[in-house]
């Protein structure tokens, strides 16, 4: 089983930048793929990026060129830094490790994004 406490939403104006943060515990984290999600309201959870245990990164077009997912074996944690956010970014974000979390369904509390216009 894997805890992941998400961080660093907020509100931001639409052009503004985010470091969302993720702590995951477990001692698997380092043969993982971790991955960022994320809910809208009124749509369904959807992969945004992903990163492999020797850094491969993967990521949906909907973010891609705006954001860079990276991670720390060694604190266990793994960042989605978001540039250039646009109100459609709007959404509430979970970690995932994604070997574990979207069989379980074991997700964090998220963290709150919103990008006004």
């Known amino acids: 089983q894997v805890q992941l406490v998400e961080s660093g939403g907020g509100l931001v104006q639409a052009g503004g930048s985010l470091r969302l943060s993720c702590a995951a515990s477990?001692?698997?984290?380092?043969?993982?793929?971790m991955g960022w999600y994320r809910q809208a309201p009124g749509k369904q959870r959807e992969l945004v990026a992903s990163?492999?245990?020797?850094?491969?990164?993967n990521y949906a077009d909907a973010v891609k060129g705006r954001s860079t997912i990276s991670r720390d074996n060694a604190k266990n944690t793994v960042y989605l830094q978001m540039n250039s956010l646009e109100p459609e970014d709007t959404a509430v974000y979970y970690c995932?490790?994604?070997?574990?979390?979207?069989?379980?369904?074991?997700w964090g509390q998220g963290t709150q994004v919103t990008v006004s216009s």
């Open positions: 995932a490790d994604l070997t574990i979390t979207p069989m379980s369904g074991d």
């Open positions: 477990g001692s698997m984290f380092s043969i993982h793929a």
């Open positions: 990163v492999y245990p020797r850094g491969h990164t």
